[in-house]
Structures are given as C-alpha cells and as structure tokens.
C-alpha cells in the first residue's frame, strides 16, 4: 500500500492491530513456539525465523507466502537493517547477522521517489550499481564492483534464476507490484550458481494479504506519458482456524510517445496474480502467474559528431521506419512451505519460465566526418525462444552443533533450458543517411532472419549453508554449492552439434561480531564463476574453455544510532577474477583463457532522520577496477590492456536523497545522483564523461487515503549516456539518457 498521509497510516495500524493480534503484544515476551501460534493463523509463518536463528525472540516474515504487517517487512525509509531477506542466505538472516553487503531496497520507496522501473531503483536507491542498458541487452544489464553485464551481475526474480540466453534479460522491469529489492553485492555464486562474480538483484514482488489492501494510480506526463496501475489483495475463504485463501493482484500499463523521433515511442503491460493456500496452520501453498509484455523504445543512440552531442541530433532517431521489437515473458510458480516443528521447515518452488523476443532494426551509428552522412550498419533481425523449467527445494533445521546454536539448510535446484534463436547474421548491409532531415529508408525484404541454432541445457546443483553461534556476540557462517550444467547446441543451418558439460563450484566464509545488539563488524571470503558468455548460448568456438572464477575479501561493519534515526554501513573489498579470454597473434581464432581482472573499492550508505521533519539517504561507491593482464590483437599485432579501466566501469557512484516532510500533508523529495567517467573501449580512449542527474518530487496529501505527485526528472536537462560504442577506439554513438521531463501522479487507496 503506498505511504499516505500520518493519519491514513495511524489508522491502517489500528487496522492492522485489530486484524491481527500480533500487533498489541510484545515479541519478546513469548517463546518461539508461542509466538507461532499467534502468526500462523493470522498468515504469517514463521518457520523462516525459526531456520535462521535459535533465539526465542527472533522473528521474520516469511516471503514465500504471505506478506503482511510484522516484523519482517520492508521499511519505506532507512536501511532496513533489522529486516530478514534471503539474498544473501537463504537462513533468512537480517543485514546486520551477514557478513556481506546487502542492500533492501523497498517498493514502496521506489514508488514514492517516482521510480517507475527496476533499473531507476536498483540504480538510485543501492550503493554502487549503475545501468548499462540497451535494447539488445532487454534494458536490464548492470555494473557492480567493477564487473558488468548480465553474466556477471545476476538477477533472480522472487528467488528464481533466469538464465540468460544470448546476453539478454528483458524481465522483471515494473516496480508498481514489487515488494523489496535486495542487492547483494559481490561473489554470489555459493547462492544462485555461475554468473554473479559483480552480484545478485532479486525482486520480489508483493505477496497474498489476509487485510485487504486496494490501490490504484494514475499518471500523465510530458512526451505523452500515460500510466495506470492496479494492486488489490485480500483474504477469500475461511476455515474454522481462520482465514485460509488470500490473492493478490497487480496490474500496471505504461505507453508515451517518447523523446526521441522518429519511432521513439513505448508501452509495457505488467501482471502479476497469486494465490495462497493455508489449509492447516504449518502448511501453506502460493500459485503465482507474472506476464510482462514490453514494446520499448526503438532507440539504439545518437551518433557523435566530433566528439559530442549537437542539439539538432538530440532527439533524432537513426533507426528504419518500420522497426519492431517487442519482449514477452511468462513466470509460473508453485511453492510451498512446511513447517511440521518449531525447529524444521521445508520448501520447494516448481517453476515455468519462457520468454519470446523479436528485433528488427538498424543498430550502429557513426558520423562519416567526410560525407557530412551518418553511417549505419548492423541491418539485425533476431528471435529469441527460451523456456525454462525447473523445481528448487531446501531444509532447513535449527538445533545444537558441540553444544552451540546452529541453524543449517541444504538443498538441490534442477532444471532444464530450451533456447531457439533465429537471425539473420549472413546479411551484411549498411547505409547513409542525412545527419538533419532526410529519409530513414524501411528493412530490406532480403535481410529477413532464418533459423540458426538451438541449444538444451541441463543443470544440476547442490547447496547448504551453516551458521554457527559461538556466543552472544560472535557467528560463524559457511556455504557451498555445486553446478554441473550440460550444454548440447545445433547448428540449424549445417547440422552441426556439440555437447560440453561444466563444473561449478562456489563457497564461503564469513565472521559476525556484534560488540552491541545495535552493531555488527564481519569479514567474509567467497570463491565464484562466471561462464565466457551467456552459458546456454554459447558457441563452438567458446566452448572449450574454461568458467572464469573470481575470489573476493571483503570486510565491513554496519549498525543502528541514536534509536534507530542513524543506519549505516561501510564496507571494503577485493575481487579478483581470473581466465579472461585475450586474443593473441598466433592463437586460437578466439583466443587464450589467460587474463585477469581486479577491482578494490570502499563503500558507505546510511540513513539518518537528521531533524523532526527532515530525512537523508545517500550511498557512496569508490573503486579502483582494471584489467591486470590482458591482450588483443589490433591490426596483426597484440595489444595489453594492462592497468586499463574495464568498459563500462565508473570508479565513483554516489546517490542523495533528502526528505522534507515539515509542512502538514506536503512532502518534498530531491535526489541527486553522481556517476563517474567510463570507457567504450579497451584502450581507454573512447571516454563518457561523468555526469550528475537530479530528480525531484513534490507530494500532496489530497485526503487521508489520496495523494497528488508532482514528478520532474533530469531537472537541468543534463545530456549523458547510459552506454556507447566506439570503433578503433573511437566513439561512434551513445545511448542518452531521459532529458528534462514532467509527471503528475495521483495515487488513492481504499
């Protein structure tokens, strides 16, 4: 439910109190099986809590079937240190029991800052995050402690791994049905398998209420920005202990006609609906369906004519007339939970995945400096068909180990990936085109994409993690988990196969110390991989080599100030990654598996309700990336890279929020966010400048259940790029980012 006015929120607690019998007795004076008996007949499991710690007065919302109003849920504000998540373990600890760097990132906060996809949020409100986005990618490609792209930072969706297919990601994308974002920062593999030596974004979305809850938003805006959402959830059915059915549903549409021209414009379609079942007190089953449909932008960047943007370009598209693309994902899932005693709970999630993409574009611009013309090249149609089915399961037990609190879980994930891809790289066409004005010309009938291969990917893992407390004040954490994937790839065109299977190992070892209940010191070492490229597309000539791995150190400290108004983490690492493929003379068509990458940087977020009235949020990412021993070869002769900055890496994020909320039923946000310089190029030659961005929001609390948003975005119209492409080492074009833009939002609860 959005944050409305204190009066609207005081009454949704009174609500809540009678609801639920929880909410008018302290936690701490009931035993943990007591305390069961309260939550779960008011839909609130607590098994998870149970798994995650041995303590009586521990408490956590269980994710997995229902949400609602107790300890577990996300905060709008702060950094919801005390809040379990299960990102960085699936023991459902909080921030400050990991030794590791977890941000939680709530929906509603998102919603609140204006924040209408993933990418904005996971970009302005996480530390060290920034998007890479572009069509090819599906938009969702990110960078993370030095390391880029969607095989490199993984991204789940309520637990669940998509496996990426041809570097391309499209869904989730919509934050009005999201609930929480966590981000885990670092090697992750010990959680979710190869693929996440930079991190983990998991969405999770909102989840079945027993109270019910209905909203809805309405949005207009510059460049015909038109969006309207729907949320509603509540129980319905009933059994002798209580309520035994609860749904929710979230519907969001999005169109505009786009700030670039021609064939600038947009729409998308979220839905996503689930049921839980409850039919006895330590059982629960949750079915859940999310459709996303996306028609985006066909933007691929502006060229750059010596070295930057002119303002007769800005808004022009060099795309064809009749280009298309269009993304449709499908996510079933049916998970359930037990908890058969205080100290044993058992889930399993059986999952259907499938995406369906189509391209049809011209996708690279270059300024010819002696034609005056704009070049275009990459005449691309492509179809990607992906489906994934798999089911993950996991234990958990809490107990004694050598007479000290243990809680340990341990688990299989299996699965199996058919990926179909059509194209049409035999065609090799380019053109030019008027830099102002002119006729962008249609796609070439001859060009049209034909089928070229499919692949069948297998995997299996194993996992298990522990957590031990030698006192008071002191945990042990470990984890591991093993992959075998087993590729087979066809080539549709020669008949052409070959099978290769892999073997995957991640772990972890982690220290917690809390020298008060309020603070915690950690340090962690974790071991990850990362496939080549995207595992379940790759290519003969890929195939033979090895998964790159990566170690990491890390250790940081967090804590809670002055009741809770101060939140804050710091934390320092260093990751590096071995068996980069470089491109020697001499060498294989591909190459040697014999580079290395590093990054070492130091972080800070923090939280704090400064004054009565008045709120700072910020976070700040320095790092130190580069490549340490890489090659290729440029014109027949080998090139190292050595010491350069990886593409696409900034050395400095920094994101500021302040909250001003002093008047009576107004509230006012600013946002500020700072992204360093970049390169497009390994040579470090082709530079993105950096750039600051500044966002604000103005609310209005029009009744107790009604809110008026005034939205602005960019607010001194700043040119900058959100990825680029450079030829020789040379810039060619950059994907720009929204230029000075206009919403007004209404939001209404009942």
């Known amino acids: 439910m ?57 408490v956590a919302l269980d994710e997995l079937s229902v949400e609602g109003s107790g300890p577990g849920r996300t905060s709008p504000v702060g950094l919801n240190l005390r809040t379990p998540g299960r990102s960085a373990s699936r023991l459902g600890l909080t921030p400050l029991e990991t030794p590791a760097s977890l941000d939680i990132v709530s929906g509603e906060t998102a919603r609140l800052r204006g924040q209408d996809t993933v990418a904005d949020a996971v970009t ?184 930057r943007i002119p303002d007769p370009v800005r808004f022009r598209n060099y795309n064809i007339l009749d280009p298309k693309i269009t993304w449709a994902d499908n996510w079933t899932q049916l998970k359930t939970e037990w908890t058969p005693s205080a100290d044993v709970t058992i889930r399993n999630t059986a999952y259907r995945l499938t995406s369906s993409r189509h391209w049809l574009d011209v996708e690279q611009y270059a300024f010819n400096r002696g034609t005056g013309l704009v070049d275009r090249s990459a005449f691309t149609e492509i179809y990607h068909s992906q489906e994934q089915v798999g089911n993950r399961f996991d234990a958990a037990f809490t107990g004694s180990l050598f007479g000290f609190r243990n809680a340990f879980l341990a688990g299989f994930d299996v699965n199996h990936i058919d990926f179909r891809h059509t194209n049409n790289f035999f065609f090799d066409k380019s053109d030019s085109v008027p830099l102002v004005g002119g006729f962008l010309g249609t796609f070439p009938p001859e060009g049209r994409a034909t089928p070229a291969y499919r692949t069948r990917t297998s995997q299996a893992s194993v996992f298990a993690e522990d957590r031990v407390i030698l006192s008071d004040r002191l945990s042990f954490l470990t984890g591991v988990r093993f992959d075998a994937p087993t590729l087979r790839r066809e080539d549709l065109r020669t008949g052409a196969q070959f099978e290769r299977t892999y073997a995957s190992l991640g772990y972890r070892f982690g220290l917690v110390y809390n020298p008060t209940p309020d603070s915690a010191l950690y340090a962690q070492y974790s071991f990850a991989t990362d496939p080549v490229n995207s595992l379940i597309t790759l290519s003969q000539s890929l195939a033979g080599f090895k998964l790159a791995t990566g170690d990491q150190i890390e250790v940081g400290a967090k804590g809670l100030a002055f009741d809770g108004a101060l939140e804050w983490t710091l934390a320092g690492y260093r990751i590096v990654k071995d068996n980069l493929i470089s491109r020697l003379p001499g060498s294989a068509a591909i190459g040697v598996q014999v580079g290395s990458q590093s990054s070492q940087g130091v972080e800070l977020a923090l939280g704090w309700r400064v004054a009565p009235g008045w709120r700072l949020d910020g976070n700040l990412a320095l790092l130190h990336a580069q490549y340490d021993s890489f090659s290729q070869v440029v014109n027949g002769t080998a090139v190292s890279y050595a010491g350069r900055q990886p593409i696409d890496v900034p050395e400095r994020v920094a994101n500021l929020w302040l909250t001003w909320d002093g008047l009576r039923d107004w509230t006012a946000r600013i946002g500020l966010q700072n992204v360093g310089p970049v390169y497009s190029d390994f040579g470090n030659t082709a530079r993105r400048p950096a750039y600051n961005l500044v966002n604000a929001v103005l609310d209005h609390q029009v009744t107790p259940d009604s809110r008026l948003s005034l939205r602005v975005y960019n607010l001194f119209d700043k040119v900058y790029a959100i990825s680029g492409n450079a030829v020789d080492g040379v810039g060619t074009n950059w994907l720009l980012g929204r230029p000075r833009s206009v919403e007004l939002a209404y939001t209404v609860t009942w």
């Open 2 to 58: 959005p944050n409305l006015s204190r009066s609207a929120r005081s009454r949704g607690r009174r609500a809540s109190a009678r609801a639920c019998p929880v909410a008018a007795v302290s936690l701490r004076t009931l035993s943990a099986r007591s305390l069961s008996a309260l939550l779960l007949p008011c839909g609130l499991l607590c098994g998870e809590a149970r798994a995650q710690d041995a303590r009586a007065d521990a």
């Open 124 to 307: 302005q409100d996480a530390t060290g995050i920034t998007s890479i986005a572009a069509p090819g990618n599906g938009n969702g490609a990110f960078t993370a402690r030095g390391f880029s792209g969607p095989n490199s930072i993984q991204q789940l969706y309520d637990g669940t791994r998509f496996y990426v297919g041809a570097n391309t990601v499209t869904f989730p994308f919509d934050t009005w049905n999201v609930e929480r974002i966590e981000v885990l920062r670092g090697p992750s593999s010990v959680l979710y398998g190869d693929g996440a030596i930079g991190g983990v974004i998991n969405v999770v979305p909102k989840k079945p209420v027993f109270v019910p809850v209905n909203a809805a938003r309405a949005v207009i805006g510059s460049d015909g920005v038109a969006r309207l959402a729907l949320d509603s959830g509540g129980a319905i059915g009933q059994a002798e202990f209580g309520n035994t059915f609860a749904y929710r549903l979230n519907v969001s549409g999005n169109r505009a006609d786009g700030w670039v021209h021609p064939v600038g414009d947009f729409r998308n379609l979220a839905v996503s609906a689930a049921l839980l079942v409850q039919p006895s007190p330590d059982l629960a089953f949750t079915l859940s369906h999310d459709l996303g449909y996306q028609e985006p932008a066909r933007y691929w960047g502006t060229p750059l004519v010596e070295g």
